[in-house]
Nanobody, 124 residues
């Protein structure tokens, strides 16, 4: 059974940092793309960043480019989202997800597996 478990969320002041983790288990993720999405109050789920499970380029939403960094540790089967210079508008539940290949990687519905989410709240 595939499991994606996020952790690392919390309350932080504007300008602060958080690092989210996504521990993956239950299958081999070679060929998969790991995505981060977020859903703010009353909003749709938005793409944040994506990274291939093996070698390849990372991709970011314009709103987080230069502030967020996605990375992975294959030995630990874990993907990270380092979030710096946080803003109140970054407040959301953050989800990690996995899909095979890059087709439609910005579209939540294209992902096969999802974590339960972790709350990030940025105070002004």
């Amino acid at each position: 059974q595939v499991q994606l478990v996020e952790s690392g969320g919390g309350l932080v002041q504007a300008g602060g940092s958080l690092r989210l983790s996504c521990a993956a288990s239950g299958r081999t993720f070679s060929g998969y793309v790991m995505g981060w999405f977020r859903q703010g109050p009353g909003k749709e789920s938005d793409f944040v960043a994506a990274i291939p499970w093996t070698d390849g380029a990372t991709v970011y939403a314009n709103s987080v480019e230069g502030r967020f960094t996605v990375s992975r540790d294959n030995a630990k089967n874990t993907v990270y989202l380092q979030m710096n210079s946080l803003k109140p508008e970054d407040t959301a539940v953050y989800y990690c997800a996995a899909r095979l290949g890059w087709d439609n990687y910005r579209t939540p519905l294209s992902y096969h597996y999802w974590g339960q989410g972790t709350q990030v709240t940025v105070s002004s």
